[in-house]
């Protein structure tokens, strides 16, 4: 997700937006996974929004590498998630 996020981000931050994504890349990454996965909020309303952020525009962009398909074996998409994997 970040990969998808970080370059466009990156290149229209300003300084205190910069500062935010720094403060949420470093949490310890089973609470940013539950964040950017949106299984849980962050208290703080600044990484709360950027959470969301990331969110939409990896949607809009087409999803994330936490979903995958191989249409040509057998149409399954699996869902990867902090809870585990399940094939829908």
Not at 17 to 30: K, S, T
Not at 66 to 80: I, K, P, Q, R
């Amino acid at each position: 997700m970040l990969e998808r996020f970080a370059p466009e981000a990156l290149a229209h931050a300003s300084p205190q937006e910069l500062g935010v994504l720094e403060e949420l890349l470093a949490l310890p990454d089973p609470l940013l996974a539950g964040y950017l996965l949106g299984e849980n909020t962050p208290p703080e309303p600044r990484l709360a929004r950027l959470a969301g952020k990331i969110r939409t525009y990896v949607a809009m962009q087409g999803g994330s590498a936490l979903f995958s398909t191989d249409a040509e074996l057998s149409g399954e998409v699996t869902v990867y998630s902090a809870h585990g994997t399940a094939a829908l």
